[in-house]
């Protein structure tokens, strides 16, 4: 029997590298093992993992020397940063490099790095539609993922470069989800005006990265982008007025005023609003639903996650 190849699987507790660990798993007649790796092997979240057949390995996403023992041996990675946990786009380009030279100098065969655009490609810093942010930024944290490409291709790695979307999980954990106004009725804020944005499960990004390995060589060297479906606010509020058994009204706010609710990142979430809803054909066609359906053919849609995790929203 041919041994199988071994995916090694950066933020293998998070919502994409979850994703894909649980992937590789439930694929028994596949042709990958999962190696998860994660800064603390003793969390209940890593040890569910083990305890489901994966590998798991610690390393510091921070930590190059540790990285690369835990690439050493592995056929594929998957290479994700963690913005929100510092809100420092430098730390993410730093940790690009650190991933990207531990999958050269460990020999993987095929990364798949999960990035974003650079927005600085279609509004230059000098551009007054957008404040500039930190100095050398329009959206941080897309920003320094787009920045963080060039890392992958200096490496000579095979690299497959993932564009991934607005996670529907972000109605759960980010805050995001409609909340009850003065009037006591239930506002969804989406500052996109009436023009769509991508979305996706979480789960999904980790199926679809899953496809993506199981493709070989065929999309290496590639830029790809997923969704599970294209949506205005106001289609997305119908769901969830659905879903939540009572009227949920989309209240599209400006970027601007969004940037002005204050909470940690919503200057940069603000500005990715307004790059989304400026750029929306651009930012949909990069993310084609037919394509990532082709990856994972259990690609879910805001109607199909709803009806599983409507009551997982918290109550507004």
């Known amino acids: 029997m041919t041994a199988r190849k071994i995916i090694a699987v950066v933020g293998a507790t998070g919502a994409q590298g979850g994703g894909l660990v649980r ?30 057949g994966a590998e798991v390995v610690a390393a510091d996403i921070d930590d190059a020397a ?12 998957y290479c994700v940063t963690f ?11 730093a940790e690009a490099h650190a991933m990207a030279g531990a999958a050269r100098d460990a020999g993987v065969r095929h990364v798949v790095w999960s990035t974003l655009e650079d927005s600085r490609r279609w509004i230059p810093l000098d551009d007054k539609r957008m404040p ?20 992958f291709r200096d490496s000579g ?17 980010f805050g995001m989800g409609p909340k009850r106004g003065a ?48 949506l205005t606010g106001a289609e997305m509020a119908a769901m969830l007025s659905e879903a939540l058994g009572e009227e949920v009204r989309h209240d599209p706010v400006t970027p601007a005023v969004f940037r002005s609710f204050g909470f940690p990142g919503a200057d940069d979430l603000g500005n990715m609003f307004q790059f989304n809803q400026d750029f929306s054909d651009e930012f949909c066609a990069a993310r084609s639903v037919e ?22 929203i918290p109550p507004g």
């Open 291 to 312: 394509f990532s359906h082709s990856l994972n053919p259990a690609l879910q849609t805001f109607d199909s996650w709803l009806k599983e995790n409507a009551t997982r």
């Open 83 to 93: 913005f929100w946990a510092h809100f420092s786009p430098e730390k993410e380009i």
């Open 183 to 230: 009037d006591g009725k239930l506002a969804f804020v989406l500052p996109m005006g009436d023009r769509k944005l991508p979305g996706i499960a979480a789960e999904d990004i980790g199926r679809c990265a899953h496809g993506i390995f199981r493709r070989g060589t065929e999309l290496t060297g590639r830029t790809v982008g997923i969704a599970g479906q294209h």
């Open 23 to 52: 992937s590789i798993l439930a694929d028994t007649d596949g042709p990958f093992a999962v190696r998860a790796i994660t800064r603390d092997t003793g969390s209940t979240a890593a040890k569910a993992k083990a305890d489901a």
């Open 157 to 173: 790695v095979p690299t497959t470069f993932l564009l991934t979307s607005f996670y529907w999980d972000n109605l759960i954990h």
């Open 132 to 151: 500039t942010l930190m100095g050398r930024y329009k959206v941080p944290h897309f920003d320094a993922k787009g920045e963080g490409d060039q890392a």
């Open 66 to 77: 540790s990285l690369r023992r835990a690439f050493d041996g592995a056929h594929g990675a």
